[in-house]
């Protein structure tokens, strides 16, 4: 059982940075707590804490914060908080209030501009205990209210995180299922002059509300969260923008269109085709991997393969993005994001393979087009076919000296195998 008053106490506090200075095991940690009296369950709620304490610090640069397993994966990590700081006005005059609601350990106030009077609010005393020492560890003057975010009277600016799991350990699968409802933050959105909502990034954006600006934010290999501006914050309303940021919180990349509710939703038969997957073969199955069937026209292969990054497929910018850099750029199967090419598309939005042989996926043919370049060690890329990349090197017993990327994957609903290189 997490306990605030306990983990924060001097002599916690002691022992804990005594026990990581000493670099005692979890069986030394456990018996030093035993001798020093604490009972089993003090016991467990502290060495849980250290064990969360290197995560920590890798994710907020301070191993002092406060926080249990659940607040942890749920809180926006430093590098996108320092890129969304940049979201609040500059220059503001007057007394300005930004209530941080279902604060959790307080992630998303870290990086709010220290003129703003910040308010952390939740239900949950644990989690305003958690604040309050995180908020002040930062350096970070706040207040705390205990109550439920629907009944709280407005202020200036909000920032809200719900809740997508009900306890510790408990994956909430329905993205839809938030506590509060994205219709209820609609409603409390009313009370302030602009905010912030952070959502799941595979939330359906057909139910967010038109007026506001959709933002992905994640890194080279992850998007982390979508993020809808209301109000005042939402500087280029009805857009969508995806942004790569840095470890640092800089911006690497970022790319922008209007809002296209055509791209939100699927039309009836390719609906259809998907909720009828499970009784399809071949060709008739249609794979949909965070794409829509308007994202390119489908071609053959050519001379190159790209991964897209996953904020360009949850934003369904890789399109504009591949397009911009080749206007012949497309798909090569329905629904599946390997986005061809004749020309190279640049980094940090695609990952780019140079394809130099394809084949049929059959042990025979796979293995002819092995030798034929000499490879030896593979990296085996799956989209569209099922099946264990491990146990597949292994049949394939690929022997040479060269090195060597094999795309398993569909050409117009078919599967195929495709070589590459690391462009």
């Not at 500087?235 to 640092?248: E, G, L, N, Q």
């Not at 017993?397 to 609903?413: D, Q, V, W």
Request: glycine share 8%; aromatic share 8%.
């Amino acid at each position: 059982m997490f306990s605030a008053s306990l983990l924060t106490s001097a002599k916690v506090q002691e022992f804990i940075r005594d026990a990581f200075k000493r670099k005692l095991d979890a069986l030394q940690i456990s018996t030093a707590l035993s001798k020093a009296g604490y009972s089993n369950e003090d016991r467990a709620a502290i060495m849980d804490y250290m064990a969360l304490v290197p995560k920590i610090m890798d994710k907020f640069g301070s191993g002092e914060l406060l926080c249990d397993k659940l607040a942890l994966e749920q809180s926006t990590a430093q590098d996108i908080g320092r890129w969304k700081a940049n979201l609040w006005p500059t220059g503001t005059e007057g007394n300005v209030t930004v209530h941080d609601l279902c604060c959790g350990m307080g992630g998303d106030s870290f990086f709010i501009p220290a003129s703003f009077k910040i308010v952390g609010v939740d239900l949950d005393e644990n989690r305003l205990a958690m604040y309050s020492h995180n908020m002040e560890v930062l350096g970070k003057p706040a207040s705390t209210l205990r109550a439920d975010v629907r009944e709280v009277a407005g202020a200036t600016f909000f920032t809200i995180d719900p809740a997508r799991r009900a306890q510790e350990g408990e994956n909430q699968r329905d993205l839809r299922n938030l506590t509060p409802t994205l219709e209820e933050v609609i409603e409390i959105s009313k009370h302030y002059q602009g905010g912030m909502v952070k959502l799941p990034p595979g939330y359906p954006p057909a139910e967010i509300p038109d007026g506001t600006e959709i933002l992905y934010l994640g890194g080279h290999s992850d998007c982390r969260e979508c993020l809808v501006l209301f109000g005042t914050l939402a500087k280029h309303p009805d857009t969508v923008r995806a942004v790569m940021v840095d470890k640092a919180g800089n911006a690497l990349a970022q790319w922008c269109r209007p809002r296209d509710r055509s791209q939100e939703t699927l039309d009836n038969e390719f609906q259809e085709k998907l909720d009828r997957n499970d009784s399809l073969e071949g060709k008739d199955r249609t794979y949909r991997t965070a794409t829509s069937r308007n994202d390119l026209s489908i071609g053959d292969i050519a001379k190159y393969i790209s991964e897209p990054a996953p904020i360009l497929i949850r934003s369904h910018l890789f399109n504009i993005a591949a397009q911009t850099q080749d206007p012949e750029a497309h798909l090569i199967s329905e629904g599946i994001a390997y986005v061809a090419s004749d020309l190279p598309l640049p980094t940090p939005g695609f990952t780019c393979y140079e394809i130099v042989a394809h084949s049929e996926i059959s042990t025979g043919a796979v293995r002819s087009m092995l030798k034929e370049h000499d490879i030896g060690k593979l990296t085996l890329k799956l989209r569209g076919v099922h099946l264990d990349p491990d146990a597949e090197i292994k049949r394939l017993k690929p022997k040479g000296k060269n090195s060597a990327i094999l795309f398993y994957t569909r050409k117009a609903g078919e599967k195929i195998a495709l070589l590459g290189f690391l462009y």
